[in-house]
């Protein structure tokens, strides 16, 4: 029973922590994009870049 008097606060302290990760991510726009960092990979390379990743590897 005595550790409840421990755990209760310690569970507080990380769902404060949590709540306030969460409302810097958002005001950070942090969620703004969701969908483009994703294509990044997928996307082709130009020529140009081609040529410079070449050059880079020898």
Sequence with gaps: MQILFLLIPISVILITAAVFAFHWAVRTRQFDDLESPGMIPL?????????????KNG
Excluded: C, S
């Excluded at 996307?43 to 050059?55: F, G, N, P």
């Design 43 to 55: 996307l082709d390379d130009t020529e140009e870049e081609r040529q410079q990743r070449d050059r």
